[in-house]
C-alpha cells in the first residue's frame, strides 16, 4: 500500500511539473533560451528542496546524495548566471510544489518507504529537464547554452539511470 502512495505522489509531482513546464514550450516546439534557463533555474530549486526534506526523514544515504545534488545545483546555477547575463534575460522561475509535497510523510513512511519516495520523486524530474535540454539541442538560439546543455546531458542521464537503479533495488 505505501508503495502504491509513493508511485501516486510521483506521478503528481510529474503532473505538477509538466505543467510548469508546458507554460513555458508546447510539446514539440523548441524551446528558447529564456525558457531552458528558466527550467534549469526550477530543477536546481527542486534539486535543493530535496535536501530540505531529508534533513528531518532521511537516512544518511539519502542524505549524502541530497547534499550532493544540491551542491550540483549551486555550480549549474553559478555556471548558468554569466550565460543568461549575456542573453540579457532574466528567468521565469515557476513557483513550483516542494520537493517534500511529492515525498512520503514521516508518519506514513517507514525508512525503505521514504527512501523509495525519495528516488521516485527524483525521476520524472530528471526525464523532464533532460527532454527540455534534448528538444532545445535541435534548434538552438545560444551557442554557449547548447554548449553547456552538451555538457549537463551525460551527467543528468547518468544521474537519472542511478536513480532508477536504486529505486528498484530498493
Not at 542573453?87 to 510523510?105: F, H, N, Q
Not at 527512501?115 to 539541442?137: H, N
Amino acid at each position: 500500500m505505501r508503495i502504491l502512495v509513493a508511485i501516486v505522489l510521483a506521478s503528481i509531482s510529474t503532473a505538477a511539473l509538466a505543467d510548469s513546464t508546458a507554460e513555458h514550450s508546447p510539446a514539440g516546439r523548441t524551446p528558447t533560451a529564456t525558457e531552458v534557463i528558466s527550467d534549469l533555474y526550477t530543477f536546481s530549486r527542486f534539486q535543493q528542496g530535496l535536501l530540505e526534506s531529508t534533513d528531518l526523514k532521511g537516512n544518511a544515504e539519502v542524505k549524502n546524495l541530497a547534499a550532493l545534488r544540491a551542491e550540483e545545483a549551486v555550480q549549474r546555477d553559478k555556471a548558468l548566471k554569466p550565460i543568461q547575463e549575456t542573453i540579457g534575460t532574466e528567468p521565469r522561475v515557476a513557483k513550483t510544489t516542494p520537493a517534500s509535497a511529492s515525498l512520503v510523510e514521516p508518519e506514513t513512511s517507514d525508512g525503505p518507504t521514504f527512501v523509495k519516495s525519495f528516488y521516485a520523486a527524483q525521476i520524472p524530474e530528471y526525464q523532464s529537464v533532460i527532454d527540455l535540454l534534448e528538444r532545445y539541442l535541435k534548434a538552438p538560439d545560444d551557442a554557449a547554452l547548447a554548449a553547456f546543455a552538451r555538457e549537463q546531458l551525460p551527467m543528468l542521464r547518468s544521474q537519472v539511470k542511478a536513480a532508477e537503479r536504486t529505486m528498484a533495488d530498493k
